[in-house]
């Protein structure tokens, strides 16, 4: 028989995430979009090796406490994602909520009662799927996202409670918890960013800044999706950027080893004429893009065959095309060459402050701001330099050919 002394070093050493957090290990990881399973990205299309945390996308909300949903993300996959990323020694976690599934979570932690309840949901779904970790993509506290949440003043204080309670329970200490979350610190009763979320510190493993949607249709000109850095920019070109972001969130009290930087492997398409995109090089032999071009709002370029032509959101309100370009979009869309880089015939701009490359086809005149290779080591880089915990990919199913999974890799030295 083994002595007690070894048997608890044996139980350390088998000790689940949370348990490890002193250890450090570094987040390497991306969402796995359960809907485009069926429209080219199965699970056998995941770079299992390069990753350590896969999170399934998304489990929704429900107008009951009761329940959440997996309808809209082809839930059917769920508990195979769970055994091939077991079996690649990948952590699965959940995202609950999303721009559409989180529109029930202000009332689902808005009462102690509701509170319990919904920690019983989320840890009962967790038991049920083996799941390592669970992602509450709340879009956002206090702060109206898709324009029909439920939404009170006190979310991001409910919200704590609602954390505070699940990682008491046995499940809760048992796995990774993270937020999904916007470049501004949750927001506090008054509306503003919080001055202080310290407390989520001490309940979530770390917060997951979506560094991304930025810049798009609903910008005043063409700007950086996903922006690296924006101190730099001209002053109203300052719209958030992963080193605002951090600044803000560190100086609310979330330590930079509890913050993982989202990162984009799509882009956002603008409809911008020759004069606007080239400025007074328009009529010049040698054109050359210009910064923050006007954009023709009125007329949204659809993006790549993920895209959605347009159609009427869960809120009962119309939407036209996203304009989306993931990266093997580009590829396919004749943007980029199967390397990633401009195809021949493309105008080209890489903005050295946001770490932001463009590309523009004059016949379509649809202009991109998307991430390369050049912007993504950019940013892996960052992710090493400030002490982040590491980056997460929205989505796996965004690259082509691991050209930015590859990329990140290389820099972030994890
Ligand atoms: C999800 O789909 C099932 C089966 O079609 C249905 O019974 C259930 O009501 C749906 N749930 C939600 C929240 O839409
Ligand atoms: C508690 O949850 C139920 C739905 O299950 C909801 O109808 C009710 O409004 C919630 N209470 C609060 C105070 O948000
Ligand atoms: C917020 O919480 C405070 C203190 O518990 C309470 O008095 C107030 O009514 C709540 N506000 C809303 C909008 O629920
Ligand atoms: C804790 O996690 C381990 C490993 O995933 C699992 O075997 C165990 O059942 C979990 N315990 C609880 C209480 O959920
Ligand atoms: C080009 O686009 C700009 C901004 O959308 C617009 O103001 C201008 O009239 C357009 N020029 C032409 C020639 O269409
Ligand atoms: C913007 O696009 C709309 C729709 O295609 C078009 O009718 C309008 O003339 C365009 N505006 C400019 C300034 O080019
Ligand atoms: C640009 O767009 C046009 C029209 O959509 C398309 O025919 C062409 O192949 C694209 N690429 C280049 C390099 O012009
Ligand atoms: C960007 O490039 C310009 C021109 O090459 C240079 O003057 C500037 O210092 C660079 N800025 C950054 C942030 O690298």
Same mark, same amino acid.
């Given at each position: 028989m083994l002595p007690t002394t070894i048997l608890v070093l044996i139980a350390l050493a088998v000790a689940p995430a949370y348990a490890s957090k002193a250890a450090d290990a570094k987040v390497a990881a991306a969402w796995y979009a359960g809907f485009h399973a069926e429209e080219g990205f199965p699970l056998s299309k995941v770079s299992w090796n390069k990753y350590n945390t896969l999170i399934y996308s998304f489990a929704?909300?429900?107008?009951?406490?009761?329940?959440?949903?997996?309808?809209?993300?082809?839930?059917?996959?769920?508990? %195979?994602?769970?055994?091939?990323?077991?079996?690649?020694?990948?952590?699965?976690h959940i995202s609950i909520g999303g721009w559409t599934g989180g529109r029930w979570y202000s009332t689902n932690v808005g009462s102690?009662?509701?509170?319990?309840?919904?920690?019983?949901?989320?840890?009962?779904?967790?038991t049920k799927y083996n799941l390592d970790g669970v992602n509450f993509d709340w879009e956002?506290?206090?702060?109206?996202?898709?324009?029909c949440n439920t939404i009170n003043a006190n979310d991001t204080a409910n919200?704590?409670?609602?954390?505070?309670?699940?990682?008491?329970?046995?499940? /809760?200490?048992?796995?990774?918890l993270s937020a999904a979350t916007a470049v501004a610190p949750f927001m506090d009763a008054s509306g503003s960013p919080s001055s202080d979320v310290s407390g989520f510190a001490k309940v979530l493993d770390y917060v997951a800044i979506m560094n991304y949607d930025i810049w798009g249709s609903w910008s005043s000109a063409v700007g950086p999706n996903s922006p690296l850095d924006d101190?730099?920019?001209?002053?109203?070109? %300052? %719209?958030?950027?992963?080193?605002?972001?951090?600044?803000?969130?560190?100086?609310?009290?979330?330590?930079?080893?509890?913050?993982?930087?989202?990162?984009?492997?799509?882009?956002?398409?603008?409809?911008?004429?020759a004069t606007s995109?080239?400025?007074?090089?328009?009529?010049?032999?040698?054109?050359?893009?210009?910064?923050?071009p006007a954009f023709n709002a009125s007329n949204q370029p659809l993006g790549d065959k993920w895209d959605d032509t347009g159609s009427v959101d869960v809120c009962g309100v119309y939407e036209g095309p996203g304009g989306d370009w993931d990266l093997w979009g580009l590829v396919d869309g004749g943007f980029l060459d199967q390397q990633g880089n401009?195809?021949? /015939?493309?105008?080209?701009?890489?903005?050295?402050?946001? %770490?932001?490359?463009?590309?523009?086809?004059?016949?379509?005149?649809?202009?991109?701001?998307f991430d390369n290779t050049q912007s993504i080591k950019a940013k892996g880089a960052y992710v090493k330099q400030a002490g982040l915990l590491g980056w997460?990919?929205?989505?796996? /199913?965004?690259?082509?050919?691991?050209?930015?999974?590859?990329?990140?890799?290389?820099?972030?030295g994890f």
């Open positions: 929704e909300t429900t107008p009951s406490v009761h329940s959440v949903t997996l309808n809209g993300s082809d839930g059917g996959l769920l508990p %195979q994602f769970v055994e091939e990323a077991h079996k690649n020694g990948v952590k699965a102690a009662a509701n509170r319990t309840a919904f920690v019983k949901t989320v840890t009962d779904f967790v956002y506290p206090n702060n109206q996202g898709i324009g919200f704590l409670a609602y954390l505070q309670e699940l990682r008491k329970t046995p499940v /809760g200490a048992n796995i990774t101190s730099c920019a001209p002053a109203a070109d %300052q %719209q958030g950027s992963a080193m605002s972001a951090v600044k803000a969130w560190t100086k609310a009290g979330i330590p930079a080893n509890q913050i993982v930087l989202g990162v984009a492997s799509y882009g956002h398409s603008f409809s911008v004429n995109a080239f400025g007074s090089s328009a009529t010049k032999a040698t054109k050359a893009l210009v910064a923050y401009p195809a021949k /015939g493309i105008y080209y701009r890489y903005d050295n402050c946001s %770490q932001t490359p463009y590309v523009y086809n004059t016949t379509s005149e649809v202009m991109v701001s997460a990919f929205w989505e796996a /199913g965004g690259d082509y050919n691991d050209i930015l999974l590859d990329a990140i890799h290389s820099t972030s």
